[in-house]
């Protein structure tokens, strides 16, 4: 008898978590965005002065920590709708974070296809940034607010390539260099600069940039921190985005 009643105690409370979780799924409301014809879901969950972009459609271990953390924090996260790096873009593919400034754009455009006519790659050009400030005007959040990008590296490509664009950086001996922050207010990297990880602070806008989201956030003074590991290593990123959270919330 006891054993049936314990089992039935432990049935119920099974169901509520499972109803439970349910509504915080229903709880989300859910959109879409596309900068100039590249496609962005968006999931809402309540208001909060934090959001979260998935920019490069192919860094699945970011994409599931997005997943999971916007369903359990409030706030909006931003996902690209590709399942690859690079999206298809007029009569070419291209890199998606690398068309937030016309020269980052230009040079990226023509990394996939090098025989442009002048005037169709002008076109696009000014296309893109008649359509770029409406879509940072929709995730950029509102004054004050913190866009928190999540990315995933399975290159080379490590926080030493990010110094020489550095104003200030503090890097870490045992963390490995490819697990890395990247803020763009000096405020915010005060705050975390002492904390594990390595971390740079990029807040001066430079003329021949690569065009990646950081650089718009420069140039708008928008609070935006990069949190950069390697592919696979979801609870590293987990902790990095738990450490950055605690840190700069209610700021
Ligand atoms: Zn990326």
Known sequence: MLIFLKMKRIALTVCIFYLLSINIIIGLEIKNISYCGISFEVLRNNSS????????????????????????????????????????????????????????????????????????????LIKLEESRENFLFDIFPDKGGLLIALHNNFRGYNVKD???????????????????????????????????YNIVLQNRMKKNNNGSLSWAAIKHRVRYINIETRLGWLSQQRKMLQFVEKMLKNN
């Not at 934090?50 to 909006?76: F, P, Q, V």
């Not at 980052?104 to 296809?113: E, H, I, S, W, Y």
Request: net charge neutral.
């Open 49 to 124: 002065e934090i959001s979260y972009i998935l920019i490069h459609g192919d860094e699945e271990t970011a994409r599931m920590l997005l997943n999971n953390h916007i369903k359990k924090n409030n706030g909006k996260a931003f996902i690209i709708k590709s399942k690859t790096r690079e999206v298809p873009f007029g009569p070419t593919i291209v890199d998606p974070n690398r068309l937030f400034s016309n020269i980052g754009a230009k040079r990226a455009l023509k990394n996939f296809k090098s025989d442009w006519d002048g005037n169709e790659l002008n076109n696009l």
């Open 162 to 196: 990010e110094l020489n664009d550095s104003e200030l950086y503090s890097i870490k001996k045992d963390e490995n260099p490819r697990d890395f922050i990247l803020c763009t207010n000096a405020n915010d990297y005060q705050k975390l600069k002492d904390g594990p």
